[in-house]
């Protein structure tokens, strides 16, 4: 079946390094994704990474990604208090098309 | 550019109403994909349509429905509404494949 796991709090201090992790189930996914929710608003793709890759990096985004596991991260260098939101990993669904499937998301909290 | 707008942003509807969203996807962007997110269920898909044609439907009853019109805007309706039904409501534009979903800030409906 299709399910996304991933923890469902992180907290670190500012200027530390965050670590968000996910499993993913459909070996099968094309591409897996990471967006990011802010309190009140939508979500905001932050990157995604393509299924023939290992690792994808985009400036303070770190994106690893192990295929025999079935496991994602997203590392998050230089955590600022900005950053404190919820974070989503998702793959697409069954039935193709536009269709994604969501982990709960971990919420990361930036403390002093 | 401007970005997915959904409108109304909050809504508040009382058991047995109906109800009306509204989703404007970003310029060029034939498919809209509408999803639910509750605190309990997390983020469910609900629907994605292109080009006025629904290619895929997640497990929601028939209460909820949706269309797109020619110009690629989408509407989704929810008949007999229920309290579980409370809710935020995304919607996500993207070209064609979900490469990359831009998502709307939501409208949230509560239902009392």
Known sequence: GEDVEQSLFLSVREGDSSVINCTYTDSSSTYLYWYKQEPGA??????????????????????????????????????????????????????????????????????? | KAGVTQTPRYLIKTRGQQVTLSCSPISGHRSVSWYQQTPGQGLQFLFEYFSETQRNKGNFPGRFSGRQFSNSRSEMNVSTLELGDSALYLCASSIDRVTEAFFGQGTRLTVV
């Open chain 1, 42 to 112: 939508g979500l905001q793709l932050l990157t995604y990474i393509f299924s023939n890759m290992d690792m994808k990096q985009d400036q303070r985004l770190t994106v690893l990604l192990n295929k025999k596991d079935k496991h994602l991260s997203l590392r998050i260098a230089d955590t600022q208090t900005g950053d404190s939101a919820i974070y989503f990993c998702a793959e697409p669904g069954s039935g193709g098309y536009n269709k994604l499937i969501f982990g709960a998301g971990t919420r990361l909290a930036v403390h002093p």
